[in-house]
């Protein structure tokens, strides 16, 4: 009998064959124990996008629950910030974000929780720098560190901070770090602070407003909390899925592949779909039938990104 994964493996060395150059397709399957039950390239290292929100998050509740920060906290909100590198002065651009209502809010304040919902929900670029100033870029190093990812993972700036990243200083993930994170904040990991702290988190997870990648993949109805993000060129998605009757999972997928969009989107949501055939073949659960761009489609041709933005 072939393992049940093979056709994938095999589908996903076709398609980063014919990505572009640089092209790394990463698969990330485990229990919410961090053990694994497929990886396909899960330790290889991809800039991050807006998946470094969700470790901020985490961290922000962290200092909530020691005291240090309070989630009825007003913060002033501004489109300025400081870059990592030299403290000097970069501006936000609001056209690359999803956020009018914290836009709307510059000059006066939003609470933590508000901004904390923003990062998550709408995938905010401004109030993620906004969270990475009160929060503090130490904080997230920590809670990667006892989430167990490797040195590959790093959250070493905020967004659009382009002195930063011209000096190196950037933001990178593996599909196997971002899994091992999600499944500590469905198991409710102690050494995370536990069920205080990741209870709310992984209640503004499922909130989640961006659903085309991951979630896309599985049954309609299927509940799950996730955080993805896109950039041109990359399209990353964790979720934590909780199948009614079944044991819960977790499933990142990290894509550095030549494709615009909406086409990488339906691309991750086919590798979900594959994932979960893969996972149930009795096909009782059957996924979404119409996700457009299924990891058995070889990508030839790169596709211009589309209209519409999607923050990093």
């Known amino acids: 009998m072939r393992p049940p994964f093979s056709d994938l493996d095999s589908r996903l060395d076709r398609a980063a064959l014919h990505g572009g150059e640089g092209a790394a397709l990463s698969v990330w399957l485990g229990d919410l124990d961090g053990r694994p039950r497929y990886e396909h390239e899960a330790h290889a290292a991809h800039y991050a996008a807006s998946t470094m929100k969700l470790p901020l998050v985490v961290a922000a509740f962290r200092r ?7 989630l009825d906290a007003q913060i002033p909100v501004r489109g300025t910030f400081a870059s990592v590198l030299d403290g000097s002065p970069f501006d936000l651009d609001e056209t690359e974000d999803q956020d009018p209502v914290t836009w709307a809010a510059i ?5 933590l929780r508000q901004l904390a919902e923003q990062a998550i929900t709408h995938s905010s670029n401004i109030a993620t720098n906004l969270l990475v100033d009160v929060v503090g870029l130490g904080e997230v190093a920590t809670v990667l560190r006892l989430a167990g990812c490797s040195s590959a993972t790093v959250v070493g ?22 899994g091992l994170l999600m499944a500590a904040v469905g198991r409710r ?23 085309d990648q ?8 299927t509940p799950t909390a996730s955080k ?4 041109p060129g990359v399209s990353h998605d964790v979720a934590l899925v909780r199948p009614e009757g079944e044991e819960p999972f977790v499933l990142a997928v990290c894509t550095t592949i030549d494709l615009g969009e909406s086409d990488a989107a339906a691309f991750v949501a086919g590798i979900a779909r594959d994932v979960w055939r893969a996972t149930h073949p009795d096909g009782t659960s ?14 030839t041709t790169p596709t211009t990104p589309t209209s519409g933005v999607k923050p990093a």
């Open 64 to 70: 909530v629950v020691r005291g240090e920060l309070d």
């Open 107 to 111: 000059g006066r304040t939003r609470t």
């Open 157 to 178: 700036r905020g967004i659009e901070d382009a002195r930063a990243r011209a000096a190196g200083i950037t933001n990178t993930v593996t599909a196997a770090d971002l």
């Open 189 to 211: 990991e102690p050494d995370l602070g536990g069920e205080a702290v990741l209870g709310p988190v992984e209640e503004l997870l499922a909130g989640q407003l961006h659903l």
């Open 214 to 221: 991951v979630p896309g993949g599985l049954p309609p109805g």
């Open 228 to 231: 993805s993000g896109w950039v």
């Open 286 to 299: 059957e996924p979404y039938a119409a996700a457009r761009h299924d990891a058995s489609t070889t990508p």
